[in-house]
Each structure stands twice: as structure tokens, then as C-alpha cells.
């Protein structure tokens, strides 16, 4: 049964710095992309980062370029996303998710609707 554990959120000042990590079981990383999503309270879930099954493609949203930075580590099944500059809007809860592609693909989506097998979430927050 695929399962993804999302860790490392917690409350944060706006300048600071969190990693998100998202623990898989249950499939490869060779065989399905990966995105991270943030939902806000009364806000549609969205996109924030996704990363091919290749691991060298990734896409961002506008507002985090520069600022986020998706990664995998296959051996460990884990994909990170360090988030520095941190700003109040970026608090919401984060999702990893994962949908299923070619072996080794390098082509990536970062659309909700894309994806299959979802973790529960981990809240980050950001304020003074």
C-alpha cells in the first residue's frame, strides 16, 4: 500500500528557515513523480513544488522561486523541501503527494488533479 509521511513542520519566524521531509513506502521514486501542495484556511489546495521520477526535473509556483527548493534522495525514499525566506503567506498545512509515471521520467506536472496517493499533512506557520 503506498503510504507518504510528510515531517518537520512547527512554527517559524518570517526570515526563517524549515525542511519538510516526505517519507515513502509502498512504490519507487523511479517510477512516480512527487509534488509538495500547501492548503490555506479558506484557500484552494495548490502546488508549490513537484519533482520527475528522473529527480532532475522540478517545477515551482511563482511565489516560492528563488526561495524553495525541492530534492529526492532515492536510496533514503525520501524528498525534501527546504524552504528558506520564509513569509507569513506561506502558512498553510503541506502536502506531499505522488502520482505514477514512465520509469525514470523526466516529465513532471504540479497540478492537484495529477496525483493519486496523498500523506495527511504537516502544518507550518510562520509568524512573529
Known amino acids: 500500500q503506498p503510504q507518504l509521511v ?6 517559524v519566524q518570517p526570515g526563517g528557515s524549515l525542511r519538510l521531509s516526505c517519507a515513502v513506502s509502498g ?9 509538495w501542495f500547501r492548503q490555506a ?10 519533482i520527475s521520477s528522473s529527480g532532475d526535473r522540478t517545477k515551482y509556483t511563482d511565489s516560492v522561486k528563488g526561495r524553495f527548493t525541492i530534492s529526492s534522495d532515492k536510496a533514503k525514499r525520501t524528498v525534501y523541501l527546504q524552504m528558506n525566506s520564509l513569509k507569513p503567506e506561506d502558512t498553510a498545512v503541506y502536502y506531499c503527494a505522488a502520482y505514477r509515471s514512465a520509469y525514470f521520467s523526466t516529465y513532471v506536472e504540479c497540478r492537484v488533479n495529477e496525483y ?4 495527511q499533512g ?5 509568524s512573529s
Do not use: M, N
Not at 484556511?41 to 513537484?50: L, M, N, Q
Open 6 to 11: 510528510e515531517s518537520g513542520g512547527g512554527l
Open 27 to 35: 512504490f519507487t521514486l523511479d517510477y512516480h513523480v512527487i509534488g
Open 41 to 50: 484556511p479558506g484557500k484552494e489546495r495548490e502546488g508549490v513544488s513537484c
Open 116 to 119: 493519486t496517493y496523498w500523506g
Open 122 to 126: 504537516t502544518q507550518v506557520t510562520v
